[in-house]
């Protein structure tokens, strides 16, 4: 049974960041504050300093020593599994294609849990799940993205 201090505690973890997004699109929609081209300015900030910085972060304060080894194993079969499948449906399917197999792929086994799911599931189910998110995000942008890196020069290779 969900109890009040639960909620709160979800809530409190989630609104300061739907707070903000509500804060920017009403500065630009409404209140015309900002202009076409400093969105893009803004978006840029976020995309080179604020993102990889977060991420820098919560890789920096991760110990790998520490880390729940059959929770990744658990989670890289997974994944493994899913690309497996992907790629066999892109090779043998008339309607499959390389274009579809990563953007499925990334769908389906790339979280984006860094802002606002690391707070939540801390919210939610204590400290400890936040902990495990954290382990994905490090071996999110250490291995599953540098596979996609690959996945999307090969694409590109392929078609020269």
Same mark, same amino acid.
């Given at each position: #049974?969900?109890?009040?201090?639960?909620?709160?505690?979800?809530?409190?973890?989630? #609104?300061?960041?739907?707070?903000?997004?509500i804060v920017a &699109?009403?500065?630009?929609r409404w209140w015309?504050?900002?202009?076409?081209? !400093?969105?893009?300015?803004?978006?840029?900030?976020?995309?080179?300093f604020a993102v990889?910085?977060? *991420?820098?972060?919560?890789?920096? $304060?991760?110990?790998? &020593?520490?880390?729940?080894?059959?929770?990744?194993?658990?989670? $890289?079969?997974?994944?493994? %599994?899913?690309?497996?499948?992907?790629?066999?449906?892109?090779?043998? *399917?008339?309607?499959?294609?390389?274009?579809? #197999?990563? $953007?499925?792929? %990334?769908? %389906? $086994?790339?979280?984006?849990?860094?802002?606002?799911?690391?707070?939540?599931?801390?919210?939610?189910?204590?400290?400890? &799940?936040?902990?495990?998110?954290? !382990?994905?995000?490090? =071996? !999110?942008?250490?291995?599953?993205?540098? =596979?996609?890196?690959? =996945?999307?020069? &090969?694409? %590109?290779?392929?078609? =020269?």
């Amino acid at each position: #049974m969900i109890n009040i201090k639960d909620l709160y505690n979800v809530l409190s973890a989630i #609104m300061p960041l739907y707070a903000a997004m509500i804060v920017a &699109y009403g500065s630009v929609r409404w209140w015309k504050i900002f202009t076409p081209v !400093q969105c893009a300015g803004i978006n840029r900030f976020v995309a080179v300093f604020a993102v990889p910085l977060l *991420s820098f972060h919560f890789i920096s $304060t991760n110990d790998p &020593y520490k880390m729940d080894g059959l929770f990744i194993l658990a989670d $890289t079969i997974s994944k493994l %599994a899913v690309l497996m499948v992907l790629a066999a449906w892109a090779k043998f *399917s008339r309607s499959g294609s390389l274009d579809w #197999m990563i $953007t499925l792929f %990334a769908l %389906a $086994t790339l979280p984006n849990t860094l802002v606002m799911g690391i707070p939540l599931l801390a919210a939610m189910y204590g400290p400890f &799940y936040g902990g495990l998110m954290v !382990q994905l995000v490090v =071996l !999110q942008c250490i291995i599953w993205y540098t =596979l996609m890196l690959f =996945l999307f020069e &090969y694409r %590109a290779a392929r078609l =020269l």
